[in-house]
């Protein structure tokens, strides 16, 4: 129970990895307010299960774009539980894949400012009591899009995370000081419902293919992750980024396609640089 008198919000903390995350969370002793938008069935289902193991846990209905919805949840967090120490910033807003030629500049700066408009808000509102008690944990969840293309048409979600990454960074710095950490986890894709109805099983076996332990992210995978940052095993680290990829990207595959699956001791022949021109 490393987690036991702290308190953390979850935003989207409803379904896939934030309902995974607020239930470990709490399993590890803290009082979580779980965050949702719309899902209300969902959330509480959540809070339901983390009663039903003995914790403490409470749905919050805000939108977490709108920065005065966003004070009336800090608020009410604080009402229940008295204090935040970690903040989740998990809400996953946009998912449909628009490519560059197609984007029009008003749909890409929704998904810019709308990204950072959600971590901006909540961070803005935890921060004031966090100072206070000169101690605060802030994870950001980015994309393994933040670090370059993964999927046709995630220019929009890439460059929005890529730009919560670098926040994040910032943040780390400017309130080091105050004893206030900030810590980014960018998971590859997730095994979540909202993936299971957006994207062909198709995918997600190529994914699982190219990824050396041989599948892909489950929300819990995630979530153990994002609880080593809220715990104090983690307290000398700041402004870093965690991929959960499952080793996803470490070898650069299709370079000399090829040569998959041969031994390297053949070496590189003048056929294989042929098959690649
Ligand atoms: N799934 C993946 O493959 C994957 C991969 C890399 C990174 N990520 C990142 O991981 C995080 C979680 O993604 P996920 O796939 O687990 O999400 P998800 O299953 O789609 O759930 C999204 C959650 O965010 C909430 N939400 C959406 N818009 C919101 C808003 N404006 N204000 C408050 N809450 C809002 C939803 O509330 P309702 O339930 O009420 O709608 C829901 O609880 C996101 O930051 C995502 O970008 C996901």
């Not at 994309?143 to 919560?164: D, M, Q, V, W, Y």
């Not at 979540?192 to 994914?207: D, G, H, I, M």
């Not at 499952?246 to 294989?272: C, N, Q, V, Y």
Request: glycine share 10%; hydrophobic share 45%.
């Amino acid at each position: 129970m490393t987690l036991q008198g702290k308190v953390a919000l979850v935003t989207g903390g409803g379904r896939g990895v934030g309902a995974a995350t607020a239930k470990l969370l709490a399993a590890r002793g803290a009082r979580v307010g779980v965050n949702y938008l719309s899902n209300e069935h969902a959330a509480k289902a959540v809070v339901a299960e983390i009663i039903a193991a003995s914790g403490q846990a409470q749905a919050i209905q805000a939108d977490v774009r709108d920065a005065r919805q966003v004070a009336q949840l800090v608020a009410e967090v604080v009402e229940a539980y008295g204090r935040i120490d970690i903040l989740v910033s998990n809400a996953a807003m946009h998912s449909v894949l628009v490519p560059f030629e197609q984007i029009t500049w008003e749909e890409f700066s929704q998904r810019v400012n709308d990204e950072l408009c959600a971590a901006f808000n909540v961070t803005k509102a935890v921060l004031p009591m966090m100072e206070r008690q000169q101690c605060g944990r802030l994870i950001y969840i980015a994309s393994e899009h933040a670090r370059g293309p993964a999927l046709p048409g995630s220019i929009g979600h890439g460059t929005a995370k890529a730009a919560l990454v670098t926040f994040a960074k910032y943040l780390a710095y400017e309130l080091g000081p105050r004893g206030i950490t900030a810590n980014v986890v960018s998971p590859a894709m997730v095994e979540t419902e909202r993936n299971a109805a957006f994207l062909p099983e198709s995918v997600k076996q190529r994914v699982a293919a190219s990824t050396p332990l041989g599948r892909v992210a489950r929300p819990e995978d995630v979530a153990r992750v994002i609880a080593f940052f809220a715990d104090d095993d983690s307290g000398f680290m700041t402004g870093t980024y965690a991929p959960v990829t499952g080793g996803l990207g470490l070898s650069r595959r299709g370079i000399i396609p090829s040569m998959e699956g041969r031994s390297h001791r053949e070496g590189i022949t003048e056929a294989d640089m042929k098959a690649e021109r």
